[in-house]
């Protein structure tokens, strides 16, 4: 396994890899690896010649009062997850060489970042498209792969891919949750034992919901739910939405398939969670 730290290195590496017909996968992540990137890690594994691991803590997608600075980075720990996966390459630029004090281009989808999390992240999702773009350019990725944990962000990549005609093919990945139900997170590692234990209502309200798609309407859902969710101690709604998997568009009777999706709160922990319905 090489851990690359430079845009031209990997530039390089990558491009005789494509010269060889080799298939790249790359798996790009914020670090604080944990069983929910593993399984995108697997899956490359599986389908690539060649697997790349992006760690980056992109502050382009964090608000000015968010966690950038006290976002976990166990770097040791985060190789030897890739190494004991047999990742072939690590990823791991610094700052500057991501974003020089004289980058000025920004990658925008106004249809989707300005709602759901983007009502509450304005700038969140500008951050992520120009990181992912930046990322697939240098990569030269084949396939690329987002978790279903973060569905606005994996619409919101497929829908550059396909607009911008990038050649990379978006692969989306079930999320990985605990036994407690609990959707594992980097943020995680922010709870308490008690909010740990609280946070797993979550999703077992969502499974309610899901319950109950085929049989009850939306507002009767979107309103039970705010209620079951509005019963956790500590917790506070940022939203509760049920869109059309297709394109974020709100559901309504006629949706066949939906993603319940909401983000709460636990003391001052921010949980994203979803759950996708079928008629
Ligand atoms: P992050 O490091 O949080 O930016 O996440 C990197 C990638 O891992 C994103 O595509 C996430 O959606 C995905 N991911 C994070 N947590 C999970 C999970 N529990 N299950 C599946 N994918 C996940």
Redo the contacts with the bound molecule.
């Keep these: 396994m090489k851990v690359i730290k430079t845009v031209s290195e990997l530039q390089k590496i990558a491009f005789k890899h494509l010269k060889n017909g080799d298939e790249i996968g790359l ?11 593993e ?2 890690i697997l899956k490359s594994k599986k389908n690539d010649d060649v697997t790349i691991v992006s ?1 980056f803590v ?1 502050p382009a997608q964090f608000g000015p009062n968010e966690d950038y600075l006290k976002y976990p980075r166990p770097t040791t720990k985060d190789l030897q997850l890739c190494k004991k996966n047999h990742v072939d390459y690590v990823f791991m630029p610094t700052l500057n060489e991501m974003f020089p004090n004289n980058h000025k281009t920004f990658v925008e989808v106004p249809d989707l970042q300005n709602i759901m999390c983007g009502k509450f992240r304005p700038t969140h999702f500008r951050g992520v498209a120009t990181v992912v773009v930046k990322l697939l350019n240098i990569s030269y990725a084949c396939n690329a ?6 569905f606005q ?2 619409k919101l990549i497929e829908t550059i891919v396909k607009d911008l005609n990038f050649k990379t093919k978006v692969i989306s ?5 605990e036994k407690s139900g609990l ?5 995680n590692l922010y709870l308490s034992t008690q909010e740990k234990e609280i946070s797993s209502k979550i999703s077992k309200i969502l499974k309610e919901a899901l319950r109950d798609f085929k049989n009850k309407n939306l507002s009767y859902l979107k309103k039970t739910t705010v209620n079951k969710l509005n019963k956790i101690p500590h917790i506070k709604i940022d939203y509760v939405d049920i869109v059309n998997f297709k394109d974020l568009s709100f559901a309504d009777k006629d949706t066949k398939k939906a993603v319940l999706a909401v983000a709460v709160w636990i003391g001052k922990t921010r949980l994203i969670d979803n759950i996708i319905m079928t008629k």
């Design positions: 798996v790009p992540t914020m670090g604080a690896l944990h069983q929910g990137h399984s995108l760690i992109n792969y987002f978790g279903m944990k973060d962000q994996f990945c079930p999320i990985v949750r959707a594992i997170s980097s943020r």
